[in-house]
């Protein structure tokens, strides 16, 4: 009979794999082998590009109009609720995943969700900086909306069919329900500018703090630690991906009157950063540390929305230099500099910070990378200043990742060494 039961169990996986029927959310293997990104998955992360190209796109507008505090506020704001989105969504994807059709159709509607909010960006921002009188985020409420249903009718599935977690998933519903209420009544009650961002801070802790009542004191949820992290990478690379799209934009704005050096030095400095941010992200072993402690998986996962942030960041000031270099930007050469060196700067932080949170680890070597990564940034900047081509300033710059490429290449790969060493012992 036990035979005949394993050949039944086989029948049904091969034909959940051509037919998306109903299946019970009674959540995924932990410890399953060779898990990866689903096509569904990567579908949603395309919203995503969207959303963040259009938060870089309205960002370097503001900066170029010397709406710096405004446009740094807005994008900020912006950053949260699009990250946010993803992040939900991902690490209950990554338990609960079943692929069937409710499945299926409900991580679309989330996704027209996240297309509703990217449209609202526009006027949120406009509101920010044009000193209105209201913060005019309804359009971004109404996305999220679309986006929250979908996900309350996910974790509803899971409750239902997941006894042994039931209580993890009600704390999630509860959370995302209460969260949800209190945007709307900041959308629909009209406080000034300054009001509403102030009293975002209790919805913003009620959306963080859910999760992590859940996960810790509700029994959690059977989430993958390397499906997340290489979720996370994705994210990341799509986030670069606005670098390349700044770069591009910067290309198209001054190359109308023909190539020059300057559109050659602001492409190399565009792609270096780019690549060498890549280079840096994924030299760390996260899905083994996760797999090995999956308590430290807050600090992973709430870590990298300001990251996300800070690399859309570095794209949009590369459209920025762009303005500046077609006499479009309100900004000083320095000013134009430090819309890129501001965000290098905060990913850079970000990336050690994160790395030595994750690993518990404090290695002396990586205080050596950040005082080189500070010289580098450091000259770009005193080159703008004493009058230097803002794209040999932008070249300068660029190098700032790869003082922590050639460090890691030559010295750092022994710290990871021993970190992977810690985790097996």
């Not at 760390?284 to 540390?289: F, G, I, K, R």
């Not at 800070?310 to 930007?329: E, K, N, P, R, T």
């Not at 300033?393 to 060494?417: A, D, I, K, Q």
Request: hydrophobic content about 50%; overall charge negative.
């Amino acid at each position: 009979m036990s035979e005949q039961h394993a050949e039944q169990a086989e029948d049904r996986d091969a034909e959940s794999a051509v037919r998306h029927r109903h299946r019970r959310m009674t959540g995924r293997d932990p410890r399953e082998r060779h898990r990866t990104a689903t096509p569904l998955e990567l579908l949603f992360d395309l919203t995503f590009v969207v959303a963040f190209g259009t938060a870089a796109n309205e960002l370097a507008h503001a900066l170029a109009e010397d709406h710096v505090a405004a446009g740094i506020v807005a994008f900020c704001f912006a950053t949260f609720g699009i990250s946010w989105a993803w992040v939900n969504f991902t690490w209950f994807a990554s338990a609960y995943d079943t692929d069937d059709w409710v499945y299926r159709l409900t991580t679309m509607v989330q996704m027209v969700g996240v297309l509703v909010f990217a449209v609202g960006l526009h006027p949120m921002f406009k509101s920010v900086y044009d000193h209105g009188e209201t913060l005019d985020n309804d359009v971004m409420v109404w996305g999220y909306v679309v986006m929250r249903a979908a996900m309350l009718v996910q974790w509803w599935r899971a409750g239902q069919h997941d006894p042994s977690r039931r209580g993890a998933c009600r704390t999630y519903i509860v959370s995302i329900a209460i969260a949800q209420v209190l945007w709307c009544v900041l959308a629909l009650v009209d406080l000034p500018v300054v009001t509403t961002l102030v009293l975002i801070i209790v919805p913003f802790l009620v959306e963080i703090g859910g999760p992590a009542y859940a996960e810790t004191k509700r029994g959690g949820t059977p989430w993958h630690a390397h499906h997340i992290a290489e979720r996370y990478g994705l994210m990341v690379i799509i986030a670069l991906g606005e670098g390349m799209i700044g770069t591009m934009a910067s290309i198209n704005v001054l190359a109308e009157d023909g190539l020059t050096s300057d559109i050659g030095l602001l492409a190399l400095a565009g792609t270096a950063l780019t690549f060498g941010i890549w280079w840096s992200y994924f030299a760390v072993p996260a899905a083994e540390v996760l797999h090995a402690h999956r308590e430290r998986s807050f600090g992973f996962g709430y870590g990298h929305m300001p990251l996300f942030g800070s690399i859309v960041a570095v794209g949009a000031g590369l459209h920025v230099a762009a303005y500046y270099l077609d006499d479009q930007a309100h900004l000083t050469r320095t000013g134009t500099l430090l819309t890129v060196a501001v965000p290098v700067i905060a990913a850079t932080l970000l990336f050690y910070a994160g790395y030595a949170l994750l690993t518990r680890t404090l290695d002396a070597f990586h205080l050596v990378l950040l005082a080189i990564s500070a010289l580098v940034i450091a000259a770009a900047v005193l080159m703008a200043m004493a009058g230097a081509e803002l794209t040999w300033c932008l070249v300068v710059l660029s190098l700032t990742p790869w003082v922590t490429v050639v460090g890691y290449e030559s010295f750092g790969y022994r710290h990871n060494m021993e970190v992977l060493e810690g985790l097996r012992s």
